[in-house]
């Protein structure tokens, strides 16, 4: 079946732009996380969905980023006034919530500021 | 803070041979260990994971070994094959399946398998 998608695959914006990440999870899963990876860094956690409840947005580096996720479904990942510091990849990953727990990543953004 | 780490920015490994990657973790309350493989211009892909009731899991190619009293993991690949080149990435989780169930990742071993 179609995996994690994500669009764009790249952007290239200048400083102080906002841009809109989106991902599309796989078909089913109540699980969804954004993550990211710096230049020559792991990936470090974002934020979580899972079904209803109340996202963990614990790993949000600043209030100039947020999310959404609508419908139990698409997510979109939003940063506002977009620093040099922000250029990363940026990937969701998805997980059935129920019985496994194993995520699933997209290919990812790749966000190159200026 | 870096509670997942893996001091090896890369291995290289003959065609055939074990490839072992190891990663440290500081963090007790970790009870959910898992190895991801990344292409490049690709997503991570989960490879194997282990519970930490467990010291052992093993499938096909793949062994995790998990040493709770050294805070310490390894994958293990034998044998080694070319298509095996990729980056590893060892992730934590404090809360898999539960509310959070964010993973922590570490910095990640590039991995070369020559012919």
């Known amino acids: 079946g179609a995996g994690v998608s994500q669009s764009p695959s790249n952007k290239v914006t200048e400083k102080g732009k906002d841009v809109e990440l989106r991902c599309d999870p796989i078909?089913?899963?109540?699980?969804l996380y954004w993550y990211r990876q710096s230049l020559g860094q792991g990936l470090e956690f974002l934020i979580y969905?899972?079904?209803?409840?109340?996202?963990?947005k614990s790993g949000l580096p600043s209030d100039r980023f947020s999310a959404e996720r609508t419908g139990g479904s698409v997510s979109t990942l939003t940063i506002q006034r977009t620093q040099q510091e922000d250029s990363a990849v940026y990937l969701c990953?998805?997980?059935?919530?129920?019985?496994?727990?194993?995520?699933?990543f997209g290919p990812g953004t790749r966000l190159l500021v200026l | 803070d870096q509670q997942v780490k893996q001091n090896s920015p890369s291995l290289s490994v003959q065609e055939g041979r074990i490839s072992i990657l190891n990663c440290d973790y500081t963090?007790?309350?970790?009870?959910?260990f898992l190895w991801y493989k990344k292409y490049p211009a690709e997503g991570p892909t989960f490879l194997i994971s282990?519970?930490?009731?467990?010291d052992k899991n093993e499938d096909g190619r793949f062994t995790v070994f998990l040493n709770k009293s050294a805070k310490h993991l390894s994958l293990h690949i034998v044998p080694s094959q070319p298509g095996d080149s990729a980056v590893y990435f060892c992730?934590?989780?404090?809360?898999?399946?539960?509310?959070?169930?964010?993973?922590?990742f570490g910095t990640g071993t590039l991995l070369a398998v020559q012919p």
């Open positions: 963090n007790s309350m970790f009870d959910y």
């Open positions: 282990i519970s930490s009731i467990k």
């Open positions: 992730a934590a989780s404090a809360d898999y399946g539960g509310a959070t169930n964010k993973l922590i």
């Open positions: 990953a998805s997980s059935p919530g129920t019985g496994s727990w194993t995520q699933y």
């Open positions: 969905f899972q079904g209803n409840s109340a996202p963990d």
């Open positions: 078909s089913g899963h109540t699980a």
